[in-house]
């Protein structure tokens, strides 16, 4: 089975487009999400342009500030500090990565952490390993929501996470964890990766290497996830050799694939974004 992740991401703007709608008959106001782009890395100006689009699409209110490449940081944390006051703005995103004159842990931690949609500032970091409630990062939200898509109960699951970022395998280890979840966190130097990998029953791929997860590493049955985006050639591949994998789910009751992309979805419930779509 292979989940289409875009028409699950289409779902999902369905019943984020009524919610706001909701709010706004009972309190005539609408979330409002600002962006902040600083430079112009050709992938950021795309992941921006489809965080407006998805926004406006489900009615919020979507402003992307825009820098050139050579903004001061003081100039940076001086708008920050103007938006965490801003009542109209509930969500503020600052686009990474940043150029060089800016630090990224001065940026994280200017933003006030009720607004903080990336889910970066130490506050929500802290709160999410507590187990208390947090905004979390978007793609390792829009992993669990295609998990339970597929297994609602995903208690005592052994998982495996291939990747240890505060982006990606972190968060999902604390995600997983939170749904009872046996979880393992492999990367680098772990030793006998394969033979980790093999054991999963929830396997999640978020490494940034081209079709590393190869058909004897995964077991029967078992939830795949690919987070990865790797440029091969012109073509974009996972972290999962998805045709190896592919061949073994055509099998009845066998592993259950699934591709992540990038299409942002803005969670009025909890201001954050989450990320998922087949490629
Ligand atoms: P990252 O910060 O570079 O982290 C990669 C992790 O993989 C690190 O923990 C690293 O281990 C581990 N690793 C690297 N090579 C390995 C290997 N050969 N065996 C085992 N572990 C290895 O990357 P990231 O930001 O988490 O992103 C991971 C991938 O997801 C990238 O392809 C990225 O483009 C993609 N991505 C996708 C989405 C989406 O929405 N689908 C969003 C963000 C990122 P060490 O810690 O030991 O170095």
């Given at each position: 089975m292979i989940i289409d992740g875009k028409k699950e991401a289409a779902l999902l703007r369905e019943e984020i487009k009524k919610e706001i709608t909701s709010l706004k008959d009972k309190t005539n106001r609408v979330p409002g999400l600002t962006v902040i782009l600083i430079g112009d890395f050709a992938p950021s100006q795309i992941y921006v342009r489809n965080k407006e689009k998805n926004s406006k699409e489900v009615g919020i209110n979507s402003n992307v500030i825009k820098y050139s490449k050579d903004v001061s940081e003081e100039e940076v944390l001086k708008k920050i500090k103007e938006l965490n006051k801003d009542k109209d703005v509930s969500g503020i995103l600052v686009q990474l990565p940043?150029?060089?004159?800016?630090s990224k842990e001065k940026i994280i931690n200017s933003i006030d952490p009720s607004k903080?949609?990336?889910?970066?500032n130490p506050v929500n970091v802290g709160n999410l390993a507590s187990g208390y409630n947090a905004i979390v990062p978007c793609t390792p939200l829009g992993c669990l929501l295609l998990l339970k898509k597929i297994e609602k109960n995903l208690s005592g699951k052994h998982a495996v996470i291939i990747g240890r970022s505060n982006l990606n395998g972190k968060p999902m280890a604390q995600l997983l964890l939170k749904e009872n979840c046996t979880v393992v966190i492999t990367h680098s130097k772990t030793k006998n990766l394969k033979e980790e990998c093999s054991k999963a029953d929830i396997l999640i791929a978020a490494v940034g290497v081209a079709n590393l997860v190869k058909k004897d590493w995964v077991k029967d049955g078992s939830i795949i996830i690919d987070v990865g985006i790797n440029k091969q050639g012109d073509k974009i591949v996972g972290d999962v050799s998805f045709e190896e994998v592919k061949d073994k789910v055509k099998k009845p009751r066998d592993a259950k694939s699934v591709k992540i992309s990038r299409n942002a979805i803005f969670s009025p419930k909890n201001l954050s974004t989450a990320y998922f779509s087949i490629f």
């Open positions: 940043l150029p060089d004159q800016i903080d949609v990336d889910g970066f």
